[in-house]
Nanobody, 124 residues
Framework: QVQLQESGPGLVKPSQTLSLTCTVS??????????WAWIRQPPGTGLEWMGA???????YYSPSLKSRTSISRDTSKNQFSLQLSSVTPEDTAVYYC????????????????WGQGTQVTVFS
């Protein structure tokens, strides 16, 4: 069973860079599942797909966040990471890492494996 666990600071100041890491067990970020994504849920709103990294290392980003988002991976640790720059209070959300057995999808409901989520609050 694939398991994912998010980690990172829960508080970030405005204009700084938010950095989160997802540690994977029961699967490999270089083989299966194929797609590894970051998804967030701001308070009172629905899930928002932010971007993903395929097991071949290709990255995909939401057009609305592309200029501020970077997803990378550390294959030696079976981890992938999110960096979101120039954060504002509107970036306050629960952040999830998720995996999909097949190709990268922008539809959050198509991801079969999810971490428990981590709350990130942006405030000064």
């Amino acid at each position: 069973q694939v398991q994912l666990q998010e980690s990172g600071p829960g508080l970030v100041k405005p204009s700084q860079t938010l950095s989160l890491t997802c540690t994977v067990s029961g699967g490999s970020i270089t083989t299966r599942p194929n797609a590894w994504a970051w998804i967030r849920q701001p308070p009172g709103t629905g899930l928002e797909w932010m971007g993903a990294i395929h097991n071949d290392g290709s990255t995909y980003y939401s057009p609305s966040l592309k200029s501020r988002t970077s997803i990378s991976r550390d294959t030696s640790k079976n981890q992938f990471s999110l960096q979101l720059s120039s954060v504002t209070p509107e970036d306050t959300a629960v952040y999830y890492c998720a995996a999909r057995r097949t190709t990268v999808s922008l539809t959050t409901a198509e991801y079969q494996y999810w971490g428990q989520g981590t709350q990130v609050t942006v405030f000064s």
